[in-house]
Protein backbone atom coordinates (compact mmCIF):
# COMPACT_ATOMS: atom_id res chain seq x y z
CA UNK A 1 0.00 0.00 0.00
CA UNK A 2 1.31 3.34 -0.74
CA UNK A 3 2.64 5.55 2.37
CA UNK A 4 0.75 8.11 1.52
CA UNK A 5 -2.72 6.50 1.98
CA UNK A 6 -1.78 4.61 4.23
CA UNK A 7 -1.01 7.68 6.43
CA UNK A 8 -4.26 8.95 5.33
CA UNK A 9 -6.03 6.06 6.60
CA UNK A 10 -4.10 6.21 9.65
CA UNK A 11 -5.26 9.77 10.61
CA UNK A 12 -8.93 8.68 9.56
CA UNK A 13 -8.74 6.01 12.26
CA UNK A 14 -8.41 8.21 14.65
CA UNK A 15 -11.37 10.48 13.62
CA UNK A 16 -13.70 6.99 13.33
CA UNK A 17 -15.63 5.06 16.01
CA UNK A 18 -13.87 2.26 16.84
CA UNK A 19 -17.20 0.06 15.99
CA UNK A 20 -15.83 1.13 11.87
CA UNK A 21 -12.41 0.62 11.84
CA UNK A 22 -12.80 -2.46 10.48
CA UNK A 23 -13.76 -0.50 7.46
CA UNK A 24 -10.10 0.65 7.05
CA UNK A 25 -8.96 -3.07 6.66
CA UNK A 26 -8.05 -3.83 3.27
CA UNK A 27 -8.41 -7.63 3.12
CA UNK A 28 -11.46 -8.72 5.22
CA UNK A 29 -10.11 -12.40 5.26
CA UNK A 30 -6.86 -11.42 6.65
CA UNK A 31 -7.03 -10.65 10.43
CA UNK A 32 -6.21 -7.34 11.35
CA UNK A 33 -2.73 -5.93 13.01
CA UNK A 34 -5.03 -3.11 14.45
CA UNK A 35 -4.25 -3.15 18.11
CA UNK A 36 -7.26 -3.18 20.73
CA UNK A 37 -8.49 -0.29 22.67
CA UNK A 38 -7.51 -2.90 25.60
CA UNK A 39 -4.56 -4.07 24.52
CA UNK A 40 -3.39 0.17 24.29
CA UNK A 41 -5.13 0.63 27.55
CA UNK A 42 -3.24 -1.52 29.07
CA UNK A 43 0.16 -0.04 27.88
CA UNK A 44 -0.65 3.41 29.02
CA UNK A 45 -1.56 1.91 32.85
CA UNK A 46 2.01 1.04 33.00
CA UNK A 47 3.84 4.24 32.18
CA UNK A 48 5.45 6.52 34.65
CA UNK A 49 5.79 10.20 34.06
CA UNK A 50 6.89 12.76 35.93
CA UNK A 51 6.26 16.52 35.28
CA UNK A 52 7.61 20.11 36.14
CA UNK A 53 7.43 23.17 37.22
CA UNK A 54 4.74 25.50 37.08
CA UNK A 55 1.06 25.70 39.04
CA UNK A 56 -1.93 28.23 38.32
CA UNK A 57 -5.12 28.69 39.18
CA UNK A 58 -7.31 29.82 35.63
CA UNK A 59 -9.83 32.01 36.17
CA UNK A 60 -11.66 31.30 33.11
CA UNK A 61 -13.68 34.65 32.00
CA UNK A 62 -15.33 35.93 28.74
CA UNK A 63 -15.84 39.91 28.30
CA UNK A 64 -19.64 41.52 28.45
CA UNK A 65 -19.81 43.53 24.88
CA UNK A 66 -23.78 44.49 25.35
CA UNK A 67 -26.33 43.74 28.35
CA UNK A 68 -29.13 43.13 26.59
CA UNK A 69 -33.01 44.20 27.70
CA UNK A 70 -33.76 40.62 28.77
CA UNK A 71 -31.10 40.83 31.36
CA UNK A 72 -28.97 38.40 29.04
CA UNK A 73 -25.31 39.43 28.25
CA UNK A 74 -23.51 39.43 24.87
CA UNK A 75 -19.61 38.89 24.91
CA UNK A 76 -16.97 39.47 22.67
CA UNK A 77 -16.53 36.57 20.50
CA UNK A 78 -13.96 37.72 18.45
CA UNK A 79 -10.23 38.94 19.77
CA UNK A 80 -9.55 41.39 16.86
CA UNK A 81 -13.61 42.99 17.63
CA UNK A 82 -12.51 43.38 21.06
CA UNK A 83 -8.80 44.69 20.30
CA UNK A 84 -10.49 46.89 18.09
CA UNK A 85 -12.91 48.40 20.87
CA UNK A 86 -10.11 49.09 23.45
CA UNK A 87 -8.09 50.90 20.57
CA UNK A 88 -10.93 53.44 20.16
CA UNK A 89 -10.88 53.87 23.89
CA UNK A 90 -7.93 55.37 23.73
CA UNK A 91 -6.99 58.57 25.94
CA UNK A 92 -10.25 58.05 27.72
CA UNK A 93 -11.30 56.20 30.72
CA UNK A 94 -13.49 52.89 30.59
CA UNK A 95 -14.37 49.86 32.10
CA UNK A 96 -14.72 46.45 31.19
CA UNK A 97 -17.30 43.83 33.23
CA UNK A 98 -15.57 40.05 32.92
CA UNK A 99 -18.05 37.01 33.63
CA UNK A 100 -16.31 33.92 35.15
CA UNK A 101 -17.15 30.87 33.50
CA UNK A 102 -14.79 28.46 35.23
CA UNK A 103 -12.46 28.24 38.18
CA UNK A 104 -10.20 25.41 37.36
CA UNK A 105 -6.59 23.70 37.59
CA UNK A 106 -4.22 25.53 35.79
CA UNK A 107 -0.53 25.99 34.14
CA UNK A 108 0.88 23.87 31.72
CA UNK A 109 2.35 20.93 34.18
CA UNK A 110 -1.23 20.49 36.04
CA UNK A 111 -3.11 20.82 33.00
CA UNK A 112 -0.75 18.16 30.72
CA UNK A 113 -0.66 15.87 34.04
CA UNK A 114 -4.24 15.48 34.36
CA UNK A 115 -4.76 14.48 31.11
CA UNK A 116 -1.79 11.73 31.47
CA UNK A 117 -3.72 10.77 34.40
CA UNK A 118 -7.30 10.01 33.03
CA UNK A 119 -5.62 7.91 30.34
CA UNK A 120 -4.37 6.10 32.66
CA UNK A 121 -0.66 6.70 33.25
CA UNK A 122 0.79 7.48 36.89
CA UNK A 123 2.38 11.07 37.07
CA UNK A 124 4.66 12.60 39.00
CA UNK A 125 3.82 16.68 39.57
CA UNK A 126 6.23 19.09 41.02
CA UNK A 127 5.06 22.31 40.83
CA UNK A 128 3.34 25.26 42.84
CA UNK A 129 0.75 23.93 43.77
CA UNK A 130 0.28 24.98 47.60
CA UNK A 131 2.00 25.33 50.77
CA UNK A 132 1.96 24.12 53.76
CA UNK A 133 -1.12 22.15 52.03
CA UNK A 134 -2.25 21.40 48.34
CA UNK A 135 -4.93 24.19 47.69
CA UNK A 136 -8.24 22.18 46.95
CA UNK A 137 -8.21 23.30 43.31
CA UNK A 138 -5.24 20.22 42.47
CA UNK A 139 -6.75 18.16 45.17
CA UNK A 140 -9.58 18.10 42.58
CA UNK A 141 -7.32 16.86 39.90
CA UNK A 142 -6.70 12.40 39.02
CA UNK A 143 -5.89 10.05 41.76
CA UNK A 144 -3.48 8.65 39.32
CA UNK A 145 -1.25 12.01 40.45
CA UNK A 146 0.92 12.22 43.01
CA UNK A 147 1.95 15.67 44.03
CA UNK A 148 5.32 17.45 45.07
CA UNK A 149 4.67 21.03 45.90
CA UNK A 150 7.65 23.99 46.78
CA UNK A 151 4.97 27.17 46.38
CA UNK A 152 1.94 28.69 46.34
CA UNK A 153 0.09 28.60 42.91
CA UNK A 154 0.13 31.45 40.31
CA UNK A 155 -3.31 33.16 39.46
CA UNK A 156 -4.47 32.89 35.95
CA UNK A 157 -7.39 35.31 33.90
CA UNK A 158 -7.72 33.45 30.71
CA UNK A 159 -10.18 35.74 28.47
CA UNK A 160 -11.61 33.56 25.86
CA UNK A 161 -12.76 34.33 22.72
CA UNK A 162 -14.41 32.15 20.10
CA UNK A 163 -10.82 32.15 18.17
CA UNK A 164 -8.54 32.77 20.48
CA UNK A 165 -7.47 33.64 24.12
CA UNK A 166 -5.68 36.08 26.42
CA UNK A 167 -4.21 35.21 29.49
CA UNK A 168 -2.89 37.41 32.47
CA UNK A 169 -1.29 35.79 35.05
CA UNK A 170 0.22 36.71 38.52
CA UNK A 171 3.49 34.20 39.76
CA UNK A 172 5.12 36.23 42.66
CA UNK A 173 5.89 33.26 44.74
CA UNK A 174 6.59 31.04 41.70
CA UNK A 175 8.84 33.42 39.66
CA UNK A 176 10.67 33.92 43.15
CA UNK A 177 11.49 29.97 43.35
CA UNK A 178 15.00 29.06 42.37
CA UNK A 179 16.67 26.16 41.33
CA UNK A 180 18.01 25.74 44.89
CA UNK A 181 14.74 26.72 46.75
CA UNK A 182 13.02 24.00 45.10
CA UNK A 183 15.37 21.43 45.46
CA UNK A 184 15.61 22.46 48.84
CA UNK A 185 12.04 22.30 49.28
CA UNK A 186 11.29 19.07 47.73
CA UNK A 187 14.37 17.54 49.00
CA UNK A 188 17.24 15.92 46.31
CA UNK A 189 16.86 12.64 47.09
CA UNK A 190 12.90 12.97 46.21
CA UNK A 191 13.69 14.80 42.93
CA UNK A 192 16.38 12.28 42.36
CA UNK A 193 13.24 9.77 42.65
CA UNK A 194 10.67 11.53 41.11
CA UNK A 195 12.76 11.52 37.55
CA UNK A 196 14.46 8.41 38.05
CA UNK A 197 12.98 5.46 35.57
CA UNK A 198 10.41 7.10 33.57
CA UNK A 199 9.16 6.74 30.28
CA UNK A 200 8.68 9.87 29.76
CA UNK A 201 9.18 13.56 31.16
CA UNK A 202 8.27 16.74 30.95
CA UNK A 203 9.46 20.15 31.64
CA UNK A 204 6.77 22.78 30.81
CA UNK A 205 5.97 26.36 30.49
CA UNK A 206 9.62 27.73 30.59
CA UNK A 207 8.55 31.18 29.50
CA UNK A 208 6.35 32.14 32.86
CA UNK A 209 8.67 30.29 35.60
CA UNK A 210 10.91 32.83 36.10
CA UNK A 211 14.32 30.98 37.31
CA UNK A 212 13.26 27.91 34.52
CA UNK A 213 16.70 28.34 32.63
CA UNK A 214 18.31 27.58 36.03
CA UNK A 215 15.96 24.91 37.27
CA UNK A 216 16.55 22.69 34.01
CA UNK A 217 20.52 23.41 34.60
CA UNK A 218 20.02 22.17 38.46
CA UNK A 219 18.34 19.07 36.85
CA UNK A 220 21.42 17.90 34.14
CA UNK A 221 23.79 18.90 36.98
CA UNK A 222 22.28 17.35 40.34
CA UNK A 223 19.34 15.37 39.27
CA UNK A 224 19.73 13.34 35.92
CA UNK A 225 23.38 11.81 36.16
CA UNK A 226 21.96 9.92 39.30
CA UNK A 227 18.89 8.73 37.55
CA UNK A 228 19.89 6.43 34.74
CA UNK A 229 18.79 3.36 35.18
CA UNK A 230 20.14 1.54 31.74
CA UNK A 231 16.64 1.08 30.35
CA UNK A 232 15.28 2.56 26.88
CA UNK A 233 15.56 6.45 26.96
CA UNK A 234 12.37 8.19 28.09
CA UNK A 235 10.52 10.75 25.92
CA UNK A 236 11.55 14.32 27.23
CA UNK A 237 9.04 16.58 26.46
CA UNK A 238 9.26 20.38 26.16
CA UNK A 239 6.73 23.04 26.11
CA UNK A 240 8.69 26.41 26.50
CA UNK A 241 5.04 28.41 26.24
CA UNK A 242 4.58 32.23 24.54
CA UNK A 243 8.39 33.10 25.15
CA UNK A 244 7.28 37.20 23.78
CA UNK A 245 8.61 38.83 26.56
CA UNK A 246 11.88 36.70 26.63
CA UNK A 247 15.12 38.20 24.86
CA UNK A 248 16.90 36.46 22.16
CA UNK A 249 19.87 35.62 24.58
CA UNK A 250 17.46 34.03 27.04
CA UNK A 251 15.88 32.01 24.54
CA UNK A 252 18.97 30.88 22.95
CA UNK A 253 20.66 29.83 26.27
CA UNK A 254 17.04 27.58 27.13
CA UNK A 255 17.66 25.84 23.94
CA UNK A 256 20.85 25.11 24.39
CA UNK A 257 20.58 22.96 27.24
CA UNK A 258 18.62 21.27 25.06
CA UNK A 259 21.61 19.48 24.16
CA UNK A 260 22.42 18.29 27.11
CA UNK A 261 18.76 16.88 28.11
CA UNK A 262 19.66 14.39 24.49
CA UNK A 263 21.34 12.65 26.69
CA UNK A 264 19.27 11.48 28.99
CA UNK A 265 16.10 11.81 27.40
CA UNK A 266 14.70 11.35 23.28
CA UNK A 267 13.81 15.04 23.28
CA UNK A 268 10.62 16.51 22.11
CA UNK A 269 10.09 19.85 21.74
CA UNK A 270 6.28 21.06 21.25
CA UNK A 271 5.71 25.01 20.36
CA UNK A 272 2.47 26.23 18.96
CA UNK A 273 3.01 28.57 15.96
CA UNK A 274 3.84 31.98 17.80
CA UNK A 275 6.15 29.96 19.71
CA UNK A 276 7.95 28.49 16.56
CA UNK A 277 8.14 31.80 15.01
CA UNK A 278 9.71 33.17 18.21
CA UNK A 279 12.40 30.44 17.85
CA UNK A 280 12.85 29.94 14.67
CA UNK A 281 13.68 33.74 14.45
CA UNK A 282 15.89 33.84 17.71
CA UNK A 283 18.19 30.86 15.57
CA UNK A 284 17.99 31.85 12.34
CA UNK A 285 18.54 36.07 13.12
CA UNK A 286 14.88 37.81 12.34
CA UNK A 287 13.15 37.19 8.34
CA UNK A 288 10.70 39.00 6.71
CA UNK A 289 8.35 36.52 6.57
CA UNK A 290 7.32 33.45 8.77
CA UNK A 291 8.30 30.39 6.84
CA UNK A 292 5.54 27.49 6.36
CA UNK A 293 4.78 25.72 9.77
CA UNK A 294 7.36 22.84 7.85
CA UNK A 295 10.13 24.49 6.78
CA UNK A 296 9.61 26.15 10.52
CA UNK A 297 9.92 22.91 12.02
CA UNK A 298 12.71 21.77 9.87
CA UNK A 299 15.30 24.38 10.38
CA UNK A 300 14.52 24.05 14.09
CA UNK A 301 15.08 20.43 14.31
CA UNK A 302 18.10 20.40 12.02
CA UNK A 303 20.03 23.76 14.40
CA UNK A 304 19.04 22.13 17.80
CA UNK A 305 19.78 18.17 16.93
CA UNK A 306 16.98 16.88 19.01
CA UNK A 307 14.39 13.89 18.13
CA UNK A 308 11.29 15.36 17.48
CA UNK A 309 9.98 19.30 16.51
CA UNK A 310 6.46 19.36 16.58
CA UNK A 311 4.63 22.37 15.41
CA UNK A 312 0.80 22.72 15.77
CA UNK A 313 -1.87 25.35 15.18
CA UNK A 314 -5.63 25.65 15.07
CA UNK A 315 -5.43 24.64 11.38
CA UNK A 316 -2.80 22.02 10.65
CA UNK A 317 0.32 20.66 12.64
CA UNK A 318 3.51 18.95 11.81
CA UNK A 319 6.00 17.16 13.28
CA UNK A 320 9.83 16.96 12.04
CA UNK A 321 12.34 14.12 12.91
CA UNK A 322 14.56 11.76 11.51
CA UNK A 323 12.43 10.24 9.31
CA UNK A 324 11.40 13.56 7.29
CA UNK A 325 8.33 15.88 8.05
CA UNK A 326 4.58 14.64 8.81
CA UNK A 327 1.97 16.82 8.40
CA UNK A 328 -1.79 17.17 8.67
CA UNK A 329 -5.15 19.31 8.95
CA UNK A 330 -6.84 20.02 12.24
CA UNK A 331 -10.24 19.76 12.32
CA UNK A 332 -12.22 22.88 13.43
CA UNK A 333 -14.78 23.15 16.18
CA UNK A 334 -17.27 26.15 16.15
CA UNK A 335 -18.40 27.42 19.62
CA UNK A 336 -15.86 26.24 21.70
CA UNK A 337 -16.28 25.21 25.02
CA UNK A 338 -13.08 25.65 26.68
CA UNK A 339 -9.43 26.81 24.78
CA UNK A 340 -7.15 27.07 27.87
CA UNK A 341 -5.46 24.04 28.02
CA UNK A 342 -5.99 22.92 24.35
CA UNK A 343 -2.60 22.72 23.88
CA UNK A 344 -1.34 20.52 26.79
CA UNK A 345 -4.06 18.24 25.57
CA UNK A 346 -2.21 17.88 22.27
CA UNK A 347 0.82 17.56 23.41
CA UNK A 348 -0.74 14.74 25.70
CA UNK A 349 -2.08 12.65 23.11
CA UNK A 350 1.22 12.96 20.80
CA UNK A 351 3.31 12.08 23.35
CA UNK A 352 0.57 8.95 24.48
CA UNK A 353 0.69 7.90 20.99
CA UNK A 354 4.84 7.98 21.46
CA UNK A 355 4.53 5.36 24.42
CA UNK A 356 2.44 3.59 22.35
CA UNK A 357 5.03 3.57 19.97
CA UNK A 358 2.72 4.81 17.08
CA UNK A 359 4.00 6.60 14.41
CA UNK A 360 4.34 10.02 13.55
CA UNK A 361 0.71 10.67 11.54
CA UNK A 362 -0.52 8.41 14.44
CA UNK A 363 0.70 10.75 16.90
CA UNK A 364 -0.29 14.16 15.92
CA UNK A 365 -3.72 12.49 14.78
CA UNK A 366 -3.87 11.71 18.48
CA UNK A 367 -3.03 14.99 19.99
CA UNK A 368 -5.72 16.38 17.51
CA UNK A 369 -8.51 13.47 18.82
CA UNK A 370 -7.75 14.62 22.36
CA UNK A 371 -7.54 18.28 21.77
CA UNK A 372 -10.79 18.16 19.92
CA UNK A 373 -12.26 15.95 23.34
CA UNK A 374 -11.09 19.17 25.49
CA UNK A 375 -12.54 21.89 23.46
CA UNK A 376 -15.95 20.23 22.46
CA UNK A 377 -16.56 18.95 26.18
CA UNK A 378 -14.36 21.65 28.56
CA UNK A 379 -12.25 18.53 29.92
CA UNK A 380 -9.69 15.94 29.09
CA UNK A 381 -11.26 12.59 28.15
CA UNK A 382 -11.14 9.59 29.67
CA UNK A 383 -10.03 6.71 27.99
CA UNK A 384 -13.03 4.98 26.87
CA UNK A 385 -14.27 8.94 25.41
CA UNK A 386 -11.22 7.79 22.66
CA UNK A 387 -11.64 4.82 21.66
Known amino acids: ?43 LISKKIALGFDGYIDSIVKVVKKQNEDGSQQFFEDITDFGNYIVKKANRNFSLELKQELLKVGGN ?46 MSTAIEFDNSKMMMAESTQINSADWSYIRDTIGLDQLKSVFCGKDLVGLLNWSEVAHSTGIWAGLLEEVLPFTRNGVQKPIGLFDLSDCS ?8 EALELLNGFSRYWNVVLSLNRNESTLVYEALMGNTKESPAIGETAAAIHNALGISKVVVHHPAEACCYDADGLTWCSTPQLSNPKLLTGAGD ?33 GESPQFTNLF
Open 345 to 377: NFNTGFCAAMLLEMNTAEALAMGHRLTTHYIAH
Open 109 to 154: MPITANAFAKLGCKVDCVGALGLPDIHHIFQQMSPNCTLYSYAEPG
Open 1 to 43: MNNLYLDIAIVLMFYTPLSNISMLVLNPNEKSNIPTAASWHDV
Open 245 to 252: KKTRSQLL
